[in-house]
């Protein structure tokens, strides 16, 4: 199974809370308190952003972070990278020569394939997008006919 860590669930989290409000300077603290992430989990996240470029620290009094380019040009691809380094499904798909059996394997450059179009797709989601609350209503299904069906075929 695919799964991204509980770190850059977090990552996320914070970014999106920055991007609903871009104007101001955020510290850690309020991120923290907005977000209910513990706040040196906070911390960690913002310097990894920082050292990514994802945002910009301010030193002082009145400092704090701030998003550093619109969150329409933060892509989720580069807030993943950002925390678990680049996004492959396995180690050939991400860098050539690591292999040992790379020149006998027959699939290596398939799962290449498959790497490049979840990066490609995680590319097409902008921070501005994940950042947007989305209501999800789970479908309402009527089970009573299959239970009803269910009975007769008993009798």
């Known amino acids: 199974m695919l799964r991204l860590s509980k770190l850059t669930d977090y990552g996320t ?3 999106a809370q920055m991007a609903r409000d871009p104007g101001p300077v955020h510290t850690a603290t309020d991120i923290a308190s907005a ?5 040196p989990t906070v911390s960690k996240l913002l310097k990894l952003f920082t050292r990514a470029g994802l945002v910009t620290s301010y030193r002082g009094a009145h400092g704090g972070y701030t998003l550093a380019r619109p969150p329409q040009a933060i ?3 580069q807030i993943i990278d950002a925390v678990e380094g680049p996004v492959a ?7 050539h020569a690591h292999c040992s059996i790379e020149t006998v394997c027959g699939v290596g450059h398939n799962w290449q394939r498959i790497s490049l179009a979840i990066r490609d797709a995680l590319k097409s989601v902008t921070l501005a997008q994940l950042a947007r609350p989305v209501t999800f209503s789970t479908p309402l299904v009527d ?3 299959a239970i009803i069906s269910e ?3 008993r009798t």
């Open 143 to 145: 089970l009573s006919s």
């Open 151 to 153: 009975q007769e075929r």
């Open 13 to 15: 989290v914070v970014l």
């Open 75 to 77: 892509t989720a691809v």
């Open 89 to 95: 499904i396995t180690q050939c798909s991400l860098d």
């Open 35 to 39: 977000t209910r992430v513990a706040l």
